[in-house]
């Protein structure tokens, strides 16, 4: 270490103590996606590590990344020692313009070497991990993605925003009887298909709407379309057909846009992801449309801790007090009750 300056001093410091809680969630074979290093929550915020099986993807936020370009480097080499079997290392820089490196260079063996798939609760899940900046696959939804494996027995479920599909994914490991994923970009449900195949499920073409949210959601409207759970899981910003979708200011006409397909008793989900949202304000918004006595909130669901940091590990809170939720994506389960049911009841 003593070739290291202060900040590489730090670092290693830090990643050592948080990689000894993540041990005991470490897989023999090699299969699980895992953050590594949650730099923002344990006292490095410009650099994150995650694991996908044999592949470990590094992520440098700094403003001029550059300067921790060397580091990283000699961080990834102690990696490799410390984990032989590793096949692959991504580095992706977010500040650059270079498309290239937002989505991710591999520094450590070559195309063939990184992972495509991962394996949770069960769950085999396609992945890309140069796909988008991001690694194509959200570690804070893990919680999320095993309570719609327990949940969607028998259920048919909506996922809005769905991205490489794994929140719906679960709900079908989980005996959920349909699946409808939507996202505006045909790539991305790409991955969702591989998915299908990958665990043996049929993939129906009908049940794979590439398309503008708004106007996606206005189809199943108009063909009176309902759903035992709808999930809304917005990007913190998104640009659709129809305008702009901002979290902070949008989250409720994002509710009510889609409220009107959630069936009797169902429930509908929200992933809200604001960083600067705190979650009193959240649940504010909840309040607010809880007061027709038609939709409430049930359950909040946690992030994992790999993701948070944990009770050792953790030096820095968010920005933003995100209690009762205890991390900025904030996950909520509502239950719906339509009008026209209640009335009749």
Known sequence: MSNFSVDGEILFERVEKALQE????????????????????????????????????????HENPVVLRPLLIELQKWFIRQFPWITAVVHKTRSLRNMASRLGVIRFGDEQALATRIVEH????????????????????????????????????????????????AALAGGARRVVQTDHNPRFLEVARETYRLNGWPVNDEDFLIGDFFKVVDGLKRRKQLFDCVILDPPFFSTGFNGEIFLNEKTLPLLNKVRPLVAHDGVLIVVNNALFMSGTGLIR???EISRSGYLWLEEIIPVPEDVTGF???RVSPPPVDPSPFNHPTKIAVLRVARKDRAAAS
């Open 122 to 169: 069960g769950v085999s899940y396609a992945i890309n991990l140069r796909l988008n900046q991001d690694a194509s696959f959200y570690l804070d939804t893990r919680n999320l993605r095993g309570w719609l494996k327990e949940h969607m027995a028998g259920k048919s479920v909506l996922n809005t925003f769905a991205y490489t599909g794994s929140l719906g994914a």
């Open 285 to 287: 918004i909840f309040d």
């Open 22 to 61: 993540r041990l005991p969630r470490m897989d023999d074979q090699h299969q699980t996606a895992l953050r590594l290093f949650s730099g923002f929550y344990e006292g490095f915020a410009d650099v994150l590590i995650d694991l996908y099986a044999t592949t470990l993807v590094i992520f440098n936020y």
């Open 311 to 313: 009770p050792k590990t």
